[in-house]
Structure formats: C-alpha cells, structure tokens
C-alpha cells in the first residue's frame, strides 16, 4: 500500500499563494494517477484536480482553474498542487490521493490510497 504524506499547508492573504507537496513511498509512483482533493468544514471532499501518470492529462474543477497547477516528479515521487490567487473559499484540509487506474481520475471511487491532509486557510 502506498503511503502519502502531504506538506507545504499553512495560513495565508486572499491573494496570496502556497505550494502543497505529496510525497509517495512507494516503487510503482510513475504509474499512478494522482488527485488533490479538499474538504471544507461541513462539506463533502471535492476534487480539485489531477494528473495522469505521465503528466500529460490534467483536470481541475472549475473553480481553480487558471489559479492552480498539479505536477508531478515521477524521479522524486512527489506530485505538487501551486494555488496562486486563493481565496477565503480555498479553505480546507487537502488530501493527496492515488488512483490505480493511472489516469487523471474524476470521481473520488477512482481512487485509491490517501494521504492524512493538510490544512489551508485563506484568510479575507
């Protein structure tokens, strides 16, 4: 089983911009799909995007696109999430999380192992 241990969380200005880092202990990295997903207080976790195991598909829901980027270092196992212009709403404890299937996954069945979070809060 792949074990996920997530970093980079923290407080920070609307507007402002942090970096959240996955980092995977497992040999079969490369092949997987990896999702970011985020859970605000009272909601259900939602995905925030994802990337395929090459890199070359990526999904992001329509709220942070043009404002996050996911990539991934199949050399360091490591996938990254950029927020860039966040927002009070970008609150909440992000998960990283492996899908098997290795592709960029839509649906949170797809996926497989997770990490423990980490938590963002964007203050107005």
């Known amino acids: 089983q792949e074990q996920l241990v997530e970093s980079g969380g923290g407080l920070v200005q609307a507007g402002g911009s942090l970096r959240l880092s996955c980092a995977a202990s497992g040999r079969t990295f490369s092949t997987y799909g990896m999702g970011w997903f985020r859970q605000a207080p009272g909601k259900e976790r939602e995905l925030v995007a994802a990337i395929s195991w090459s890199g070359r598909n990526t999904y992001y829901t329509d709220s942070v696109k043009g404002r996050f980027i996911i990539s991934r270092d199949n050399a360091k196992n490591t996938v990254y999430l950029q927020m860039n212009s966040l927002k009070p709403e970008d609150t909440g404890v992000y998960y990283c999380?492996?899908?098997?299937?290795?592709?960029?996954?839509?649906?949170?069945?797809?996926?497989?192992?997770w990490g423990q979070g980490t938590q963002v809060t964007v203050s107005s």
């Open positions: 999380a492996v899908s098997r299937t290795g592709m960029a996954a839509t649906g949170i069945s797809g996926y497989d192992y």
